[in-house]
């Protein structure tokens, strides 16, 4: 009942920076948290970054000072600014988000994913 959809994935040499975007859309009353993960071949997912409703946000040690999430409330909207890129940050990243439907019921959704590769 709650579609994500991630745009933004991208080849880009090390270095560079993508920035990545998130839509929510639905029967959506409320979005509590907005959240990046990342997966990589033969790795666990990991979250990257996380936005509450307030604005409060938590990264990954490995991307904080390179990474910045910010969201859009009117537009159920998150991104996801990835600077100073290296291959290590290539993987699938993936959109997730949790809230309350119109009907007051809980949600978690998940994007389908969008592949960021980092390469010379």
């Known amino acids: 009942q709650v579609q994500l959809v991630e745009s933004g994935g991208d080849l880009v040499q090390p270095g560079g920076s993508l920035r990545l975007s998130c839509v929510a859309s639905?029967?959506?009353?409320?979005?509590?948290?907005m959240a990046w993960y990342r997966q990589a071949p033969g790795e666990e997912r990991e979250r990257v970054a996380i936005?509450?409703?307030?604005?409060?946000?938590n990264y990954a040690a490995s991307v904080k000072g390179r990474f910045t999430i910010s969201r859009d409330n009117a537009k159920n909207t998150a991104y996801l600014q990835m600077n100073s890129l290296k291959p290590e940050d290539t993987a699938v990243y993936y959109c997730?988000?949790?809230?309350?439907?119109?009907?007051?019921?809980?949600?978690?959704?998940w994007g389908q994913g969008t592949q960021v590769t980092v390469s010379s």
């Open positions: 639905g029967s959506i009353f409320s979005v509590n948290f």
């Open positions: 936005i509450t409703s307030s604005d409060s946000t």
């Open positions: 997730n988000a949790g809230g309350r439907l119109v009907t007051r019921s809980p949600f978690t959704s």
